[in-house]
């Protein structure tokens, strides 16, 4: 397996009169090449379950195996070399004081010894153009332009190509189009399925919207009170609609959603 988690345990506030089990034994192996989907109720666990494996926090119990490294005790900055991450809200995928192409060149040497060489390069300029000219966007004719300026959506594109830009090993998508209207979140979620089949990335995808978690990916996870409660891939995912995939959540778990506005369909 390229990924593997055993046994993950995450308290919040332990010992205290907030505290959270947020994650309980939550064992998972990803394959090279999956597309996870990962839904569920408002804390279920799912954002966590993408912050524990980025390294945000270590686990109170279990271990996380990445490519046969233990990265259990590994702090954030190390794990980024190997991870790429879009977040829900724009604003933090970049830097926005910064132009684009000062983001698009700290996102290429990420994991790396940067020094004192120059910032950006023309090769570096040639391939920001590449990349930035598959969105369709015009930023690759925005090269100087503080990223402050950009639209929720264009910063949102732009941070998917970042997160890709030097390929990661694991590719996390928490709620990425959430934050957007509806044209524009399609379009990420175009520009998602293109970057992720044409670069055949590993990738984990919290999402609140069924029909997407169907749609997309070869393999669906369902959480609920930081438990995987579902695991669903191939042909079983393929033939599933939303009423087949609530009708087996209910079986699971009879106390789900009673007071709970959760998954949008």
């Known amino acids: 397996m390229m990924l593997s988690l055993k046994n993950i345990v995450k308290y919040f506030h332990r010992g205290s009169v907030n505290e959270v089990l947020a994650l309980q034994n939550v064992c998972l192996d990803v394959r090279r090449g999956d ?21 945000c926090f270590f686990p109170d119990q279990g271990t996380i195996v990445l490519d046969e490294r233990d990265i259990t005790g590994w702090p954030e900055y190390k794990r980024a070399k190997f991870i790429g991450r879009v ?33 950006v390069r023309r090769l570096d300029r040639d391939l920001f153009r590449e990349k930035l000219r598959m969105l369709d966007l015009g930023l690759e004719d925005r090269f100087q332009d503080a990223v402050g300026l950009l639209s929720g959506g264009q910063r949102q594109a732009l941070t998917m190509v970042m997160a890709t830009l030097v390929r990661p090993d694991i590719l996390l998508l928490d709620e990425h189009t959430a934050a957007l209207d509806p044209k524009t979140g399609r379009q990420i979620l175009d520009l998602t399925e293109r970057l992720v089949e044409g670069m055949e990335l590993t990738t984990l995808m919290v999402t609140h919207n069924m029909h997407q978690a169907l749609r997309m990916g070869n393999r669906l996870i369902m959480m609920h009170r930081g438990e995987i409660i579902l695991d669903i891939t191939g042909e079983e995912k393929s033939r599933l609609q939303v009423d087949d995939l609530l009708a087996r959540f209910y079986s699971l778990k009879q106390d789900a959603f009673a007071s709970d506005k959760m998954l949008l369909v």
């Open 87 to 119: 977040f829900q809200d724009p604003l933090l995928g970049t830097c926005a004081t910064m132009s684009i192409e000062q983001n698009l060149a700290l996102a290429l040497r990420r994991g790396r010894f940067r020094g004192l060489s120059a910032g």
């Open 35 to 55: 597309f996870i989907c990962i839904i569920g109720s408002n804390g279920a666990g799912k954002s966590t379950l993408l912050n524990g494996l980025a390294g």
